[in-house]
């Protein structure tokens, strides 16, 4: 942490010395949730700009697309988001099959959308447990990831990874589910929900907690709708926005999608939303449950050829990520590799708000606002 100085002389008949600070966050900082920088410039405790500065993380992964095939690509893209890895990689195969005009195996379509789901939950149980941690209540963070591990253990059981799942393919999924998995899965979502319990116990009515967050950080509707930002930090303000809802893909379209919103939009209406998400998603992941075993066995996966070659063209492939939108804009000029894959990734426009968010807030609220934003730096920087 480094800081500048700014010395001017104060209004007023006194004519009272005033300094403003220029205090740098990061980028190595714990209260920075990575490798972020943000640059402050405080009058006293009160902050008066904000400037996120991202870039430290960045790994090309954009310029890596065009020298790689399109099943490798699949394994790079699950990493910008580590804790997003389904869905991301769901996108680039989305964007590869519309080029090919592939029709996915219905099996496939509804398992997709079941994982996406477990994904979104795992998640958002990350942000659940560390945002209370960050304020400085302990306990939450043990429940969360007690019940993360459950989803974690039929996620590695179907995929065989746990973080990293690299289970899509393009026309499909890479396996069929394992005999007895529908079970298992049932039993982590019950295991997910009796933890839900035991967080809300002890964040829902802390006083503490409520004190730190309501009325924080506020971000309404119109500022997110200006930034680009999206999911539950822009829901919470209002922008009822949600892409299973509003250009449903995978099985979305056959489910009823509940969008969780809120009005307030500061810090706790970030954490109400997510919280309640969670519970949204296992609803529809127990749906999907329930559809897949009644399916009769079938392929999990369209055949496509050793080598792919997407037609000449381009396409723009957007889905609904635990953090927000994630668009996919691929052009092909007819090879092995695409010629342009761009990310279009949540966690970016969902930090550059922060330069409107914190002006006006005190230094310790920045914390609370910070955490509330529930991004990832590899996300932000690509």
Known sequence: MTVERTVGMGAGAAGLATEDMVLNIGPQHPATHGVLRLRLTLDGE???????????????????????????????????DWLSAFGNELGVALAVERMLDIEVPERAVWLRTLLAELNRVLNHLMFLGSYPLELGAIT?????????????????????????????????????????????????IAAVRRGMADIDALIGGNEIFRARTSGVGVLSAAQAAQYGVS???????????????????????????????????????????????????????????????????G???????????????????????????????LVSRGETTPWR??????????????????????????????????????????
């Not at 590695?156 to 007895?180: C, K, Q, T, W």
């Not at 810090?267 to 969670?278: P, S, Y």
């Not at 990310?343 to 509330?372: C, H, K, T």
């Open 46 to 80: 009160r902050i008066v700009t904000a400037e996120p500065i991202v870039g430290y993380m960045h790994r090309g992964a954009e310029k890596l697309f065009e020298v790689r095939d399109y099943r490798q690509i699949i394994m790079l893209a699950n990493r910008h």
């Open 140 to 188: 939450p963070v043990f429940y969360a990831f007690d019940a993360r591990e459950t989803v974690q253990a039929v996620m590695e059981e179907i995929s065989g990874g746990r973080m990293h799942y690299m289970f899509n393919r393009v026309g499909g999924l890479a396996a069929d589910i394992p005999e007895g998995w529908p079970g298992r899965a049932r039993a982590a």
């Open 231 to 297: 999911g539950p930090i822009a829901r919470a303000g209002g922008l009822d926005v949600d892409l299973r809802r509003d250009d449903p893909y995978l099985a979305y379209r056959e489910l009823d999608v509940p969008v969780v919103t809120r009005t307030a939009g500061d810090c706790l209406a970030r954490f109400e939303c997510l919280a309640e998400q969670v519970g949204v998603s296992l609803r529809l992941a127990e749906a999907c449950l329930d559809q897949l075993e009644e399916l009769p066995p």
């Open 299 to 329: 392929p999990i996966a369209a055949p496509t050829g050793k080598r792919i070659r997407p037609p000449a063209g381009h396409t723009y492939v957007w889905t609904e990520n635990p953090l927000g939108v994630n668009g996919y804009y």
């Open 341 to 382: 894959l761009k990310l279009r990734s949540a966690s970016f426009n969902n930090i550059q708000v922060l330069g409107e968010m914190l002006p006006g807030a005190l230094v310790a609220d920045m914390i609370a606002i910070l955490g509330s934003m529930f991004f990832v730096v590899g996300d932000v920087d690509r």
